[in-house]
């Protein structure tokens, strides 16, 4: 199921992350942090990763800011979407914010199948995570439904993702530390790309929200 559309969204109301004062004292919101990047390189950086997750990683041609930002008085941004696009036409479309309700989600549009995640980032429960898929889906008859109907399937984790994350670098560490190992320079590699994309994006709402050419990873 090559991937066509990509949509994706990450929301939280900064209020019942960090308290009343979160749009005052909060580090996500200090103009004097992350150049004013604010939720998008926080939220945003989610959205972007999950979308060059559904094409393998690929760099999106151009990137896009949508001109319906929010920012704060000191100019950091608290609400933004952005477009993705890539040479051979797929797209991807991103919306993040710190006053919307929490939300988590994307769903990945190929022409013969759908994958709608709900909890991307945190999943609803902590020791289960869950999906849903369709494929070769069309109206039933009379149109009175869909067939066949999207399924679910749940990962059931013995230990959250948090610790698993933990254990992956510990590991990576130790292979380094007692076998010799080199560094792994998938990680790094992955960051690169995602962050190459944030500062399209950035660069896009600098420039009136006109198109900004990805750079290359080299």
């Given at each position: 199921?090559?991937?066509?559309?990509?949509?994706?969204?990450?929301?939280?109301?900064?209020?019942?992350?960090?308290?009343?004062?979160?749009?005052?004292?909060?580090?996500?919101?200090?103009?004097?942090?992350?150049?004013?990047?604010?939720?998008?390189?926080?939220?945003?950086?989610?959205?972007?990763?999950?979308?060059?997750?559904?094409?393998?990683?690929?760099?999106?041609?151009?990137?896009?800011?949508?001109?319906?930002?929010?920012?704060?008085?000191?100019?950091?941004?608290?609400?933004?979407?952005?477009?993705?696009?890539?040479?051979?036409?797929?797209?991807?479309?991103?919306?993040?914010?710190?006053?919307?309700?929490?939300?988590?989600?994307?769903?990945?549009?190929?022409?013969?199948?759908?994958?709608?995640?709900?909890?991307?980032?945190?999943?609803?429960?902590?020791?289960?995570?869950?999906?849903?898929?369709?494929?070769?889906?069309?109206?039933?008859?009379?149109?009175?439904?869909?067939?066949?109907?999207?399924?679910?399937?749940?990962?059931?984790?013995?230990?959250?993702?948090?610790?698993l994350m933990v254990k992956e670098f510990s590991a990576l560490a130790g292979s380094i530390k007692w076998n010799g190992?080199?560094?792994?320079?998938?990680?790094?590699?992955?960051?690169?790309?995602?962050?190459?994309?944030?500062?399209?994006v950035k660069a896009s709402f600098a420039k009136g929200c006109q198109p900004v050419e990805v750079l290359s990873l080299n």
């Amino acid at each position: 199921m090559p991937a066509f559309i990509i949509q994706s969204c990450f929301c939280f109301p900064g209020s019942s992350f960090g308290g009343p004062d979160f749009f005052r004292n909060n580090i996500r919101v200090d103009p004097n942090l992350d150049g004013q990047l604010g939720v998008l390189g926080d939220a945003g950086w989610y959205c972007i990763r999950a979308s060059l997750w559904a094409v393998d990683y690929e760099l999106p041609k151009t990137a896009i800011a949508i001109p319906r930002a929010i920012t704060s008085e000191s100019g950091v941004i608290l609400a933004c979407e952005a477009r993705l696009v890539w040479a051979d036409g797929k797209a991807a479309a991103f919306h993040c914010s710190y006053l919307s309700n929490m939300t988590m989600d994307i769903t990945v549009i190929g022409t013969r199948g759908t994958l709608h995640v709900n909890d991307f980032v945190i999943p609803c429960q902590e020791n289960v995570a869950s999906f849903t898929t369709a494929a070769e889906t069309r109206f039933a008859e009379l149109m009175t439904g869909w067939t066949p109907l999207p399924s679910e399937h749940k990962v059931i984790l013995d230990i959250p993702q948090e610790a698993l994350m933990v254990k992956e670098f510990s590991a990576l560490a130790g292979s380094i530390k007692w076998n010799g190992s080199k560094p792994e320079k998938m990680w790094q590699m992955l960051s690169r790309k995602t962050q190459l994309v944030l500062d399209a994006v950035k660069a896009s709402f600098a420039k009136g929200c006109q198109p900004v050419e990805v750079l290359s990873l080299n």
